[in-house]
């Protein structure tokens, strides 16, 4: 069974600070992987993607690999309330997509 | 381009009734995938198409949950009959292939499903 974990929280942290959110894999043969915001009542939303080992940055979110580890994760610099959501990790093996239960986020003003 | 389109947006039925949701993705995506979200839960993956072909029903419960995509476009996800524990959001996404294809689903804004 190909595994997706992440802490489900939730969350929080006080605006102006760094959001750090974590996921873990099973399948050593995933290829991609993937970072979706998803609000309440709102469909899932891609935000960071990221292929090879070490750091992707874009704007205040920098994404983190490591393979060996099988650790993905995705820092959110500069917290702002409207990042306030449930972050889903997704994994991309050699045919499907799968996604970890999500970490929900707040931060406070 | 227009989104992923999704109907109905909400349903209720009793238990043991049937239910069909349809989908129909962006135009030129050739994979499609049905996923449930559960409340408090990520989206689980039922089925995944290439075109009109099954990549992937693993998850798909096939006594009670079927799905088809004919001409390789739109789909259509039944439950016959559902359960309780259906109740769920049935997200519809699609994604590119080939050369362009970056790995991102384009989700539609989901069917809302509720089992009395």
């Given amino acids: ?109 | 381009e227009a989104g992923v389109a999704q109907s109905p947006r909400y349903k209720i039925i009793e238990k043991r009734q049937s239910v069909a949701f349809w989908c129909n993705p962006i135009s030129g995506h050739a994979t499609l995938y049905w996923y449930q979200q559960i409340l408090g839960q990520g989206p689980k993956l039922l089925i995944q198409f290439q075109n009109n072909g099954v990549v992937d029903d693993s998850q798909l419960p096939k006594d009670r949950f079927s799905a088809e995509r004919l001409k390789g476009v739109d789909s259509t996800l039944k439950i016959q009959p559902a359960k309780l524990e259906d109740s769920a959001v049935y997200l519809c996404a699609s994604s590119r292939t080939g050369t362009s294809y970056t790995g991102e689903l384009f989700f539609g804004e989901g069917s809302r499903l509720t089992v009395l």
Avoid at chain 1, 18 to 46: H, M, V
Avoid at chain 1, 70 to 82: C, F, G, K
Wanted: charged letters at 20%; aromatic letters at 10%; one cysteine or more.
């Fill in chain 1, 1 to 109: 069974q190909k595994e997706v974990e992440q802490n489900s929280g939730p969350l929080s942290v006080p605006e102006g600070a760094i959001a750090s959110l974590n996921c873990t894999y099973s399948d050593r043969g995933s290829q991609s992987f993937f970072w979706y915001r998803q609000y309440s009542g709102k469909s899932p939303e891609l935000i960071m993607s990221i292929y090879s080992n070490g750091d992707k940055e874009d704007g205040r979110f920098t994404a983190q690999l490591n393979k060996a580890s099988q650790y993905v994760s995705l820092l959110i610099r500069d917290s702002q309330p409207s990042d306030s959501a449930t972050y889903l990790c997704a994994v991309k093996g050699n045919n499907d997509m799968r996604f970890g239960a999500g970490t929900r986020l707040t931060v406070k003003p």
